[in-house]
């Protein structure tokens, strides 16, 4: 429909008549979202006349019409100064029902105070929309925001979660979302004045229907009940967001450790679930690793400590169901192959700081990554096997990932070198030892236990055959200098020394030695500098 059309008719005809001409307009814009440069001026004169309509006593189907308008123009950003404007705030806002009595003017009241119609709930959410859209893409609507205290609005809204209309919070949700991530400084404001982190929690027990059977245990879920609704999930996932932003570098009291333990118990009966689709369920468990990433590491033991449900005595008593399920998450996302810093390094994080932290957590990962080594024929990354995989990106071209990688390795471990290089390949792990400085061997830092790993017989009648360079037992090869003479070896010797040169020279190489601290540091300094010897050496 002409633009042009509408305008000049906005201003002059009925209510019936303005809701016929937008709907006309939204059914043929519904699935824009490029729009065409020529018509900035006019797109943003139609906001304006929609805003100004909305300011008139329109029945809630008129109101309904003009927000999706207002909705699909919100979609441009560079229309969005009548939207951002303090009037414009203030009207979606009050049709948000997030305006409080006073700065609305009427008798507009959150959507938590009263019950509304179904028409009326979908005008509430057709706003939320707006708002969402327009605070994604414009700081003067986000500081509107803080001034009509809209979270307030918000969090008052949390509290009626149980009598929620699904789209109602799930957009009420997601304003949140955008604004806590959006606008860092209102973080603080939601933690400690209006307790937002127990809200959202509060959130998702009721939206994952979470029963306690202790202090932080939750009832186990019924295999056999049917998966997580795809509109539960879908609000599981913004009130985890949400989450996620207001636990991020949250150093806490004694008080929030032990909501923090609660969100810990409450993620183990996340991953628990499933979903209508893989895909979903998958994505779900996503932004559970993420939250889990910002707790504490002293809280995780929630996740294994379930004395009602009961655990396996070989790990202490400990229930490891969850941690199979985040080593389950994360070889699905190695065997994606791509998007591996968003999508695998922070399940990848969780497990190593898991497994520093808690013995029995090691104990088991490393019982199912790296089990006792019997076929050393197979250098370490090559195969099928979580190990193998692991092992392949440790030489990833994502310094993120090779470092993640080799690190998770190393903690299992229990960094010690030695034990890295036996299931990794000295190759493999140079990287990590060069950046750690352990070069000439060693441990790492963190104290683990004295139990032993023990080798199996297998290896043992290997060991002295594997190559440490590549990690496996290499084909005997032919020895290329068999046939040569003494002359013709020292020929080959000196034209080697004479290339190393020639590229030293050219500074296309540079030959390295390695420190006695095990750093790497160049080759003339380590001969310039030799380790001190011991005076009471025999040695001349």
Not at 143 to 152: F, L, S
Not at 219 to 232: F, G, M, N, R, Y
Not at 346 to 373: D, F, G, N
């Amino acid at each position: 429909m002409d633009l042009d059309h509408i305008l000049s008719q906005l201003e002059c005809v009925n209510e019936e008549e303005i809701d016929r001409l937008l709907q006309q307009y939204n059914r043929e814009n519904c699935s824009t979202f490029v729009f065409e440069p020529k018509e900035e001026s006019k797109r943003r004169k139609l906001c304006q006349s929609a805003l100004a309509v909305m300011d008139r006593k329109l029945q809630p189907g008129c109101q309904k019409t003009c927000l999706e308008t207002l909705r699909i123009l919100s979609r441009d950003k560079l229309i969005l100064q009548p939207f951002a404007s303090k009037e414009g705030m203030l009207t979606l806002g009050k049709m948000a029902r997030l305006v409080s009595e006073q700065e609305g003017g009427d008798d507009q009241k959150s959507s938590g105070e009263n019950a509304l119609s179904d028409v009326e709930s979908k005008v509430v959410v057709e706003a939320l929309k707006c708002l969402c859209n327009v605070v994604f893409n414009s700081p003067a609507a986000q500081q509107a925001c803080v001034d009509m205290r809209v979270v307030h609005s918000l969090c008052t809204n949390l509290r009626s979660v149980r009598t929620w209309q699904h789209d109602l919070g799930l957009f009420s949700l997601r304003l949140l979302f955008l604004l806590s991530a959006l606008r860092p400084d209102l973080r603080e404001v939601l933690r400690s004045e209006y307790n937002a982190v127990r809200l959202l929690t509060d959130v998702l027990e009721h939206t994952l229907d979470v029963h306690w059977a202790g202090s932080y245990e939750t009832t186990c879920p019924d295999p056999q009940a049917p998966p997580l609704p795809a509109e539960s999930n879908e609000r599981a996932m913004e009130a985890l967001k949400a989450l996620f932003n207001l636990t991020l570098s949250c150093t806490g009291s004694e008080e929030d450790y032990h909501q923090f333990r609660v969100i810990a118990a409450v993620m183990r009966h996340l991953l628990m679930l499933k979903t209508e689709t893989e895909e979903k369920t998958e994505e779900v468990h996503s932004h559970a690793v993420n939250l889990l990433n910002n707790l504490p590491v002293s809280c995780l033991d929630v996740l294994i400590d379930v004395p009602i449900l009961g655990g396996d005595e070989n790990y202490g008593g400990k229930n490891m169901d969850a941690v199979q399920k985040l080593l389950d998450f994360m070889e699905k996302r190695v065997d994606k192959g791509s998007n591996y810093k968003e999508g695998l390094t922070p399940v990848l994080s969780l497990l190593t700081e898991s497994s520093r932290q808690h013995r029995e957590i090691r104990r088991y990962i490393k019982a199912q990554v790296l089990p006792p080594l019997k076929d050393v024929k197979m250098r370490p990354e090559i195969g099928t096997t979580l190990r193998n995989k692991l092992v392949r990106l440790m030489t990833h071209v994502d310094t993120g990932v090779k470092q993640c990688s080799a690190e998770f390795l190393f903690v299992l471990c229990k960094e010690s070198v030695e034990n890295l290089l036996k299931y990794t390949g000295y190759g493999n792990a140079a990287g990590l030892l060069v950046a750690r400085g352990l070069l000439a061997g060693g441990r790492g830092e963190t104290q683990y236990s004295d139990d032993e790993d023990s080798d199996t017989e297998e290896y043992k009648s290997a060991k002295p055959f594997i190559n440490p360079i590549t990690g496996h037992v290499e084909e005997p090869m032919p020895n290329p200098m068999e046939e040569m003479t003494e002359e013709q070896k020292e020929y080959e010797a000196e034209k080697l020394v004479t290339m190393f040169d020639k590229l030293s020279r050219q500074n296309l190489i540079r030959p390295m030695g390695v420190r006695p601290d095990g750093t790497l540091a160049p080759l003339e300094e380590t001969l310039c500098n030799p380790p001190v010897q011991d005076s009471g050496s025999d040695s001349d």
